[in-house]
């Protein structure tokens, strides 16, 4: 149980780096989405669920849970994914909205946020870009 | 008392739920963000007067003993950092009031702003490590709302840059904390420092590491700053001081109480490591800031420049450099807060935030020129304003370990960051405006503005010329941070 869950964890990180360095902004946000599902099911095993499959209940006249996975990973780990779905669909909606707006999925076309360079070498003065702001 | 604790969280929580559902009606929605505010900073200078005279406040959630219940600890450093969150999200209100940048309206701003005071709050009043990254999460939500609430090409370009970073740092510390209760099976802070205490102190550290590395991310160290220039300057700046002024400094605190409060005993390469990325964040923050001629993009990568000297206090793994670290927190947020403040009097002034387009205010309104040189020299660490005892405290103790080349880099950085400021100086209060025709308006409404940043500028001064409290209060709050039940 284990060893698969270290594979299958391992593989979903490959992949979610692998697809988070790519150019296509998509593919990028479903890479992190892929890392945050990682980072979940690395929370999901530290409650040990080698133990086996075992209800987390404490036997009569014992302390502890014995032979069995803590839960409180199982608690940890929901909070994990809402957070980390809303923010997938947020991260969309974003990557959506900025491929209509420039007709592109390239994030070398994202130079909006950077100031471009002049034929001087120093930043190009924007040509009233603080127009939208005053 | 475990009251107060509970209110500076709920406050700022309550308050952001109110003013999202009074959405429609802006007045309404602007004086209840005040009241709400108003509260907090009340709540929140009760605490810290409460913690100072008493004890360490501590609440543990559910009625739980410590080890199993989520723990709320108010030791001085964390009720002071709140304190000084009170005090920007009060000092942000107050600058909208004004017209200097001012942020379109959307029903959406202000309960976000709201909700990142509560993000911060509870992330500095938290003692569970889960519970930090739920509040770092939150604080990743508010901060992407508030990025995102214009859609313009170059705010959804620059929400995504950021989303996408910190991101990453986030999963990162999840993925940590979730070893970290593997190996310990605790999360809360005093717990885990327990834990540490027996066995080898390495067996931990590559955990350690990975939440470090996160909170580094989280607090814009080299080489992981790439998300902090390319969002920031698209935020209206009374938002920008906010951002500038709390976010960052939530990973250096957690940092701090992550390698100096709960892990002591984390092997000597973590801190030295450590160290060399402080010199580099510094020495790179402030060659970044040296290119750009926007004052919004200087100011913030002079952020990250300045986060440098605050790692390098953590890193040096002395009591002394902890207490530095802590100075430098409480001084950096105040006048970084307020430089921002001031560029957006700048901009309403001259029609620009870029240098080259700006100009004559030091003829024409010399009362700002007097306001920014005190944030200004007081970055730069010119003495006897507040940067200047921080940065002594960092490098004295940087020169008693004989860490000669690291002192040499941060003394270096200060002249670096004169530069920076001598060119905001010469670019938009000394020369003249490159308009022959220009005049500064008369008809804004910049009251606010000066208000707030003449306020802050004087806090600066007082922490300056009366260092004896804040480096009491300093020390105070680094001796507290090593004894995490």
Not at chain 2, 39 to 63: E, N, P, Q, S, W
Not at chain 2, 184 to 196: D, P, R, V
Request: aromatic letters at 10%; proline letters at 6%.
């Amino acid at each position: 149980m284990i060893w698969l869950l270290a594979i299958g964890i391992g593989t979903v990180t490959a992949a979610g780096v692998f697809l988070s360095l790519s150019r296509e902004l998509l593919r990028c946000v479903v890479g992190v989405s892929l890392l945050a599902a990682a980072a979940n099911l690395i929370v999901f095993s530290s409650g040990h669920p080698e133990a086996g499959p075992k209800p987390p209940v404490v036997p009569v006249g014992l302390e502890q849970l014995v032979d069995a996975a803590a839960p409180l990973p199982q608690a940890l780990v929901l909070t994990a994914i809402v957070i980390g779905f809303s923010l997938t669909c947020f991260s969309l909606v974003v990557v959506l909205a900025i491929a209509q707006q420039s007709k592109s999925n390239d994030n070398r076309a994202l130079r909006d946020a950077e100031p471009r360079p002049g034929p001087d070498g120093k930043p190009a003065l924007e040509s009233l870009a603080t127009e939208d702001q005053i | 008392m475990s009251a107060l604790i509970v209110a500076c969280m709920l406050i700022p929580l309550a308050t952001a739920l109110a003013a999202a559902l009074l959405g429609t009606r802006p007045a309404a929605q602007r004086g209840l963000s005040f009241v709400g505010v108003g509260l907090f900073f009340a709540t929140a200078v009760a605490l810290l007067v409460t913690v100072l005279r008493h004890d360490v406040i501590r609440v543990t959630m559910g009625g739980w003993p410590a080890p199993f219940g989520i723990e709320l600890v108010a030791d001085p450093l964390a009720a002071g950092m709140v304190l000084i969150t009170a005090t920007m999200g009060l000092a942000t209100l107050v600058f909208q009031l004004g017209d200097a940048d001012p942020s379109p309206e959307a029903p959406t701003l202000l309960p976000l702003v709201h909700a990142m005071l509560a993000a911060v709050t509870g992330s500095f009043l938290t003692g569970d490590l889960f519970n930090l990254y739920v509040w770092l999460e939150l604080m990743l939500v508010a901060s992407l709302g508030l990025l995102a609430y214009r859609t313009g090409r170059d705010h959804l370009e620059a929400t995504l840059k950021y989303f996408v970073l910190n991101a990453l740092g986030t999963l990162l510390a999840l993925a940590g904390i979730a070893y970290l209760h593997a190996a310990t099976g605790h999360l809360g802070f005093g717990a885990l420092a327990a834990a540490a205490r027996e066995g080898d102190p390495t067996r931990l550290a590559p955990f350690i590491v990975m939440v470090a590395l996160a909170f580094a991310v989280k607090s814009g160290a080299f080489p992981l700053f790439a998300w902090l220039p390319a969002s920031y300057h698209t935020l209206p700046a009374p938002l920008l001081a906010l951002f500038a002024g709390l976010l960052t400094k939530v990973g250096v605190y957690a940092l701090l109480r992550l390698l100096g409060g709960i892990f002591p005993a984390t092997p000597g390469f973590v801190f030295e490591a450590l160290a060399w990325v402080a010199a580099a964040t510094m020495l790179f923050g402030v060659l970044g800031a040296a290119y750009h001629w926007d004052v919004r993009r200087i100011l913030a990568f002079h952020i990250i420049s300045q986060i440098g000297y605050m790692l390098l206090g953590i890193a040096l793994d002395s009591a002394a450099g902890r207490e530095g670290t802590v100075f430098y927190i409480v001084h950096h947020i105040v006048v970084k807060a307020n430089l921002f403040f001031v560029a957006a009097l700048i901009f309403r002034y001259t029609g620009s935030y870029d240098l080259r387009r700006s100009g004559g205010l030091f003829a024409t309104r010399p009362a700002l020129a007097a306001i920014f040189a005190v944030p200004a020299l007081s970055l730069v660490g010119i003495p006897p304003l507040s940067g200047f005892w921080a940065k002594l405290l960092v490098v004295r103790e940087t020169l008693v370990q004989g860490r000669w080349v690291l002192a040499a880099i941060a003394l270096v950085v200060g002249f670096l960051t004169f530069y920076s400021m001598a060119k905001i100086w010469i670019g938009a209060f000394w020369k003249n405006h490159p308009d022959p025709a220009w005049q500064p308006h008369t008809d804004s409404r910049l009251g606010p503005g000066y208000v707030v940043t003449a306020a802050l500028a004087l806090v600066t001064l007082t922490i300056g010329l009366a260092p004896e409290q804040c480096l009491k209060f300093a020390a105070l709050a680094a001796e507290n941070l090593g004894e995490v039940k």
